[in-house]
């Protein structure tokens, strides 16, 4: 009898998840769920690697405003299904930065042209994915993580700034 094939994967090969976090804010403000949430990852491809932030700004949906509390989900919760949503991206379409941490954020911002693209169609209740069809991305090197070089190796720099 012959083995069996593998079942099909349907979201995003060699995904390695890393730390999750989300503004905590959001219950001093009175909201139900965090403005932003990110998901920091590494993403292998034919033996290349991404450090990824994958950072969704926004809310979720306005009937959570209206939850009642029993309803409302917890931090585990939001995390196990933001890193679901992420699993479901197609990272290969997008332009990743090489030997940089690269944030991609999603939001409804109808001035960003991209839209998020999926292995498969979304399905179950996972609430991103019913934002599918409005969320948008961008791309950027994270600020934090730019290495600037010192004004020693490039003295052109500080005679530009100098008062005479």
């Given at each position: 009898?012959?083995?069996?094939?593998?079942?099909?994967?349907?979201?995003t090969?060699?995904?390695?998840?890393?730390?999750?976090?989300?503004?905590?804010?959001?219950?001093?403000?009175?909201?139900?769920?965090?403005?932003?949430?990110?998901?920091?990852?590494?993403?292998?491809?034919?033996?290349?690697?991404?450090?990824?932030?994958?950072?969704?700004?926004?809310?979720?949906?306005?009937?959570?405003?209206d939850?009642?509390?029993?309803?409302?989900?917890?931090?585990?919760?939001?995390?196990?299904?933001?890193?679901?949503?992420?699993?479901?991206?197609?990272?290969?379409?997008?332009?990743?930065?090489?030997?940089?941490?690269?944030?991609?954020?999603?939001?409804?911002?109808?001035?960003?042209?991209?839209?998020?693209?999926?292995?498969r169609?979304?399905?179950?209740?996972?609430?991103?994915?019913?934002?599918?069809?409005i969320?948008?991305?961008?791309?950027?090197?994270?600020?934090?993580?730019?290495?600037?070089?010192?004004?020693?190796?490039?003295?052109?720099?500080g005679?530009?700034?100098?008062?005479?």
């Amino acid at each position: 009898m012959p083995a069996a094939a593998a079942p099909p994967h349907f979201t995003t090969p060699d995904l390695e998840l890393l730390s999750y976090c989300e503004d905590r804010d959001f219950r001093a403000e009175g909201k139900p769920e965090p403005n932003s949430r990110s998901q920091s990852l590494v993403y292998y491809s034919q033996d290349k690697k991404w450090w990824i932030r994958v950072t969704f700004k926004g809310a979720i949906s306005c009937s959570t405003y209206d939850a009642e509390p029993e309803q409302i989900k917890s931090k585990r919760e939001r995390r196990i299904e933001f890193q679901g949503f992420v699993r479901l991206i197609d990272f290969r379409s997008l332009a990743l930065l090489n030997n940089t941490l690269t944030e991609v954020i999603l939001n409804g911002d109808p001035e960003t042209t991209e839209p998020v693209k999926l292995y498969r169609e979304p399905e179950g209740t996972n609430r991103f994915t019913k934002l599918i069809k409005i969320l948008r991305f961008y791309i950027r090197e994270d600020p934090s993580r730019v290495v600037y070089p010192l004004s020693l190796q490039f003295p052109f720099f500080g005679l530009s700034m100098s008062p005479n």
